[in-house]
């Protein structure tokens, strides 16, 4: 039996609502709807499917999407034994089985298999084939599907089918407001409100680069780790430097202006 | 031996006929005649298929198609025992062996391979040979082949060669009228008329779209979501914008003008 | 040993002869030459080749090829068993081993690995190698093989090698003449010859559709379903659109053309 | 021990010498120089090989190569045993050991691991490391490596590596001299030379077409098949249209001038 | 159990530091930040990062990715054993258990599964699962990722996505100053500051043709090389031939470029 | 225990030095330096790695590289065996174990993994990590790894990335002067000078085609081939038509450009 208990989330992750998100997820999941989370990178997504796991008291399933996903490592499949042949169920089954939230993060990378793979799961259904071993999951009736994805990485070549999409209800996220995000800064990392508020400045400069050479903003992320650094004694600008600027660019003149807006910001 | 009884459909699927298709469809199962099921997504194809294999008092395997499927994956494949190998049939051979209707559900996705292998079940041999056991299946007498398919879906890449097309008999379903559609809404979530004709009203505004912005018309489904959602205590413009217009667009344009109908609506 | 008596055809075949094919086909047979027959969907092709097996008397084995097929799916593999590996003949070498006809059908989908495994099968060699077994397969004196295959389908990507090509000897196939079809569709439905005169005439207006704006013509497998549907108790106009129609195109105009014919034909 | 009377030619081939190609190969196979073979589709080389395998007595591994066709394919590979795994050797491996000649029929279209493979037993080293066993096979010193293939394949993405090339002396081989070809005919069949010398003049005719509308001139092999037809009771201008004309075109108006031609010539 | 020892570094590696580099990792390294180490071939990234696992006292475990390794290839596999199946951890599921500092080396080539299955043990979760175990590994306290990349080799093909880069703070590297650069040249090899400085001199004149005929400049590594060949007695001229000029370029223009250089610098 | 003695080189292989090469090697390797060998198909690049082995005394593990070589075809894999799975060394690890010089021809034909997986044995670390065994093998101190490749192969496609190329020493070879030339082929085949240099005159003659039709010229090893057929008794225009001409060109004008040349030669 698979110990439902290791997927519990035991202690309250930090999450701090930004509208009405928190009582909307719990009506679609007192439907058991199926929920997709849009919004860009690391603007708390996977941390609010996480708060909520907690708030209802469900074990959580996460998987890290990507294209080399099969639809068994959803799913589950055959190892061999001593005795043969023994079937492991893979985390969408282990999730239907236990009753938990099962949460495909970015799941736009995965190959359309995986993606196909979840549709009896998410119809009046609620089962899941699994064709390999001849068998028909009931979902536990605690069972929820989430999935998560960024609007900005969609393509041609890699965009949900309709035939999924419409099968979720969903919700649009974005970067914390400036006020906000300096508080949960100041929250998590320790630093005082000032110097929080003027890592958001940063942050907000660097948002409005985005699709003027710079693939993403700054993500909230990104603004814990300038603040980690710099409560562990390193200067505001090289940690900024670090945490901010480099991981996000390579074009120099990029990096030039939003080292210019850190050397302004802490001048 | 397979449980035939495990793909029973016990409890009569809610399903409101739209014309004389359940008449058509059971003079095509009683010639045993292979039936297409096309239209846009969520329209009830799926529903339609579930209804009939009720009400014939067939067992019904759905199989969701998808491009990594291959021809084992519908057949059958030998898996590793303490003894050796055992074969293990396929969905598709067993539906054939117990006699059951055999649903491939958006077949396009599908490789060449699975939909190659279909050939010889659906002209007047009604054989499946499993090449790799050296075993030629004579289908039960009461086996059927359905397939469903979006023709919005079709492409150069992606399409039914005419020697598959060819071994079917076909069905154009659409969304339902409105009034029949209102209907529906109500009778399955329960809402009244009155809130089920507004959203009905949203949903044709938005297949009006169809084309113009976006790939696809609002199902019946997320219309069913809505209104579930509005059954559970939210104001319909949250239900609405959450369940209607998240899920199928990412365009900023087109959800404003969508969510400017929502505010109309129930404004 | 393998049962050769599976593979015979024990009821002799519905086939009308449109030509002198018959006796070309036992000229060739007698000379063990391998036989190409090339044709449209649904014309009769695979009907013929079994037709010659049964007045043959020789075991069918046929394979529906496809792009997936590997070398392997048609002269066999290795299976896992309690002692050991224990190998398992593929169609082909089964074929050559109880001198049965094997027929590839549609082998222009297969890849080049399993055009190029029959050479040897098909010149003075008569013979198999398994490489992977070690062993070298004399072909039985009564074997033949033959493939059949669709011109309209070829393309750059798609063709026989014309070391390929070169090895057998050919037939062009087409749709019967009006008279015959009409006679064809009343013997095998029961329908009378008025009516099944009326469903080939809907059926050569689709054939001049041919290449302006329908890839196919419609074959006379499906006059055969919609005669069938109209036996069971359909009326013609709706049997007609069910099985000649809608399976073969998603154009609305070209939908609209062929529904106007029916309407014509039994208004 | 692998059996090497197997592979061994017992009766004389069928084939006559189109100038000093014998003398040459006799000369290249006593310094053991691998050889190329060059030349259109059914003009002979493999005829020739087998011919001078028989001369030589040396026994002859045939292997056909295809672009799936890996280098464990030649060089051999392990399988599972009641004892676990053993290693089979391939046909290139086979002939290494037991003095043959291998012949790789087609070698352009195997992949590059293939032709990679032979390398070591193509100069000074004439050894094969069998990788995957740890084992340096030294070549019998009766091995000997052919290569076929065809100039009029090549593209730009199918063509050797120079490196292969040169690693090879050549031969250019091409259809028979008229006279030649009748007598072939003649001999091979039992039929007259005067109706042979007929069908060599449509076979003349088809390979002035070759560039065009015809991909390849019509080959001997496909002369004999006629040839046999006849022989075998066929009248000429339907066992020409059978074995001359439909399998090597699709094309109507190049089916048109071959079918006239053959009017003319048995008119 | 895993040896941690084996991946200890035991004696100090040669390291001259830049700049604030080793204090910045100091920082990253205390709050476990995973780190991303940025700059051109050869200009010592691995060498830093093996420096800093020694200096913190740290197994290190290095990974040279490549676009043909997979997700199981970092975190581990089944192997087949006497009594069944047994789980093998890979290098980086290794390296979360035991505290390493786990390097991926040029992770950029890595395909994209990869590079997803590294973030949730690089947010607050620090957690890895191991879905074909079933198994969640909870990092060890030391644990921590660095990657390293080359921005150089960037392309729209190959570059890590945003939501991976957004995990990191981030180094830029690069050649040392020519002064240093000497400087290590001299200790490392044992030849003279002079000799070292003309070396390092026409290091700098081949950086200034990056982008200019060549894709890369000398590496600190290559000078090294020649410096290594000069002290074993070769002449600095056809030293500096062998190891600066024929590795980076096969243009005769800027071979011979190249090659005045060096006649120039030691003529 | 990999018997070393079965690599080694026991016969001085015949080999005549161009220049400065041999001592530049043996500096190479005194310092382990890798080394790269450059130039044209045929020009001796592998008869002087060969040659340095002997020299040296050192075991020689050669291996052909190719497009489907994986990294576990060098470094090694697990085999099934009867008491489960058995490793087996590839032979770029057997090199680092037993101290041999590991020689990877053809390099740029292989894929990205195996030429990522030399580079921790190229650098001052000097290990091969075995990622699947889980063991990290430090390199014997007499291993070398040295890798050929030909500069006029390479592609956009195809090349070794510079942070591969930046781990080797380099040489550039090229075919032997005339004089120098017909000197070898007189050694190594036994006929006499004056012959000889008229082979070497087409050789010569051919190589400035190079890039005006002929991919490449005409290699030492075939011009050691036209000698062979000579010295066997064939007549020098059929012998150099064999063997110069027929395997490098398809081309009908520069396969008579370069029979006039020997007709010329030989007239």
């Known amino acids: 039996m698979t110990d439902k208990d ?12 930004q509208g009405d998100e928190v009582e909307l997820y719990e009506a679609a999941y007192a439907a058991r709807l199926p929920v997709m989370v849009k919004g860009p ?10 708060y909520m796991a907690w708030k209802l008291g469900k074990p959580l399933i996460t998987v ?21 042949t023994r079937w492991l169920d893979g985390p969408l089954t282990t999730a239907a089985r236990i009753g938990g939230i099962c949460y495909l993060d970015e799941v736009v990378e ?5 993606t196909v793979v979840i549709h009896p799961l998410t119809d009046h259904r609620r089962t899941l084939p699994l064709d390999k071993k001849g068998e028909l999951v009931e979902a536990h009736p605690d069972f929820q599907l989430v999935i998560s994805y960024n609007p900005g990485y ?5 965009d949900l089918k309709q035939s999924t999409k419409q099968r979720f209800t969903g919700f649009d996220f974005d970067y914390p407001e ?3 995000e300096a508080d949960i800064l ?5 630093i ?10 940063i942050g907000t400069a660097a948002r409005n680069l985005k699709g003027h050479g710079l693939e993403e903003g700054i993500s909230t992320r990104l603004l814990v780790y300038a603040a980690t650094l710099i409560k562990g004694g390193i200067d505001p600008k090289p940690a900024c430097r670090m945490a901010l600027v480099r991981p996000i660019t390579d074009d120099v003149d990029i990096r030039d202006t939003l080292d210019h807006a850190i050397d302004a910001t802490f001048g």
């Open 192 to 201: 005082d409100l000032d110097l929080a508020a003027k890592l958001v400045t």
């Open 110 to 114: 995965a190959r359309q298999d995986t």
């Open 41 to 50: 990178t690391g603007c708390g997504k996977s941390r609010f499917v996480e």
């Open 178 to 180: 400036e006020a906000l």
């Open 6 to 17: 290791q997927y519990k989330i035991h202690t309250e992750p930090f999450y701090q609502a």
């Open 154 to 158: 969609q393509s041609l070549m890699k």
């Open 64 to 84: 890290a999407c990507n294209e080399d996903m099969t639809a068994s490592d959803l799913v589950g499949r055959y190892l061999l034994d001593a005795n043969g």
């Open 186 to 190: 100041s929250k998590e990392t320790g």
